[in-house]
């Protein structure tokens, strides 16, 4: 019953949004040829999206102190407490967080702006976007998924579909609240990111995941955390692996601009991409029900396995089996991956 209430809702969705309707990907099934890296093309759509954010708050920032040097009527302005708090928030990470978020993040989930922009832009360098072929995908037992499935992009060499990108503005946003909210609270940094990923384990086992697609996806859940990583990393240093990353925005002289412009292109968007996004290496858990689980690894093992055979000649059932194993922490830290045995892997379906 509730595959037939999915399918129903996937119906009625796509009508509605037909070019944004983007819930599930499918890495297995490789692209005929190799994908154009869109990568810093993404980064220059954020990093202008972020300025607009910025300039914004930027002239907020004016107006109130103008209020506070009386430099405009005082009907446009409140009394000098309010007047001061209000640019302490505006001068605040939340702040610029927020409307960080507004203009990547917003949008009904799971539809975001960042989301369809990456499903409908004109990418310069082509060929940008890959969609399997019914016939072809793993979702071919499971109808209703293919009705949702976003193409893959290839950014900074790895390979994802573009619901990735959605869940890292999105998702990624409601992550940075649960972790601010906690610390708020009381709890230490470990402890609020333990609940952010807990929050987003629950979305992947109902509403996100097996309640709608029957899959609960790792993938998803480090495009999350990643997201955080980016919301964090707007005004402040963060840590990815053993290396410190300087913040993407700094106050000067109380007015927001970028910390190191120059650098954008490697610092803003490149260091938080990773293969953790590609459901194919990092494999996501498929439920039993109707056999879908098994219907899916047969479909890789015939339609699948002799293209990654092809594409990876030098690489080994061992080598691809590293791989997964090393995408279960992201840069060493936890992000909520989830265990199983019954992982669809390249190593064990391909390379038995």
């Not at 976007?129 to 109808?143: E, G, L, V």
């Not at 998924?145 to 976003?150: F, G, R, T, V």
């Not at 056999?291 to 899916?296: C, G, I, K, L, Q």
């Amino acid at each position: 019953m509730y595959r037939l209430k999915a399918l129903f809702l996937c119906f009625i969705l796509l009508a509605q949004f037909p070019k944004a309707f983007a819930f599930e990907t499918d890495q297995y099934n490789l692209p005929p040829v190799p994908l154009a890296g869109i990568g810093d093309e993404v980064t220059d759509y954020a990093a202008d999206n972020i300025e607009k954010a910025f300039e914004k708050i930027n002239a907020k920032i004016l107006e109130r102190q103008d209020c506070l040097e009386k430099k405009t009527k005082r009907g446009n302005c409140d009394s000098v407490e309010k007047e001061t708090a209000k640019l302490k928030y505006l001068r605040s990470e939340t702040a610029i967080a927020k409307e960080v978020f507004r203009l990547l993040g917003d949008g009904i989930p799971p539809f975001t702006n960042s989301g369809t922009w990456m499903e409908q832009h004109e990418f310069k360098a082509q060929p940008a976007r890959y969609k399997t072929s019914f016939d072809d995908t793993i979702f071919k037992a499971f109808p209703s998924d293919y009705l949702m499935i976003s193409h893959t992009v290839n950014l900074y060499g790895s390979q994802f579909g573009t619901d990735k990108i959605a869940h890292f503005f999105q998702q990624g946003f409601t992550y940075y609240k649960i972790v601010e909210r906690a610390k708020a609270k009381g709890l230490t940094e470990e402890q609020s990111t333990r609940k952010a990923n807990e929050w987003g384990q629950k979305t992947e086992r109902t509403y996100y995941g097996n309640l709608i697609s029957g899959l609960y996806s790792n993938g998803d859940l480090a495009a999350n955390f990643a997201g955080m990583k980016f919301y964090q990393g707007l005004t402040r240093e963060i840590k990815i692996g053993g290396k410190t990353r300087a913040a993407i925005l700094i106050l000067d002289d109380g007015f927001w601009k970028f910390n190191a412009p120059e650098t954008l292109s490697e610092n803003l968007l490149k260091p938080l991409i990773s293969d953790h996004f590609n459901e194919a290496l990092n494999p996501s858990i498929f439920i039993k029900l109707f056999r879908f689980d098994s219907t899916v690894r047969k479909i890789v093992g015939k339609k699948s396995c002799p293209q990654w055979r092809e594409n990876f000649p030098n690489m080994t059932g061992d080598d691809f089996a590293a791989v997964t194993e090393n995408l279960k922490l992201w840069h060493g830290e936890n992000y909520g991956h989830r265990n199983s045995d019954r992982f669809i892997t390249i190593a064990d379906t391909c390379f038995e």
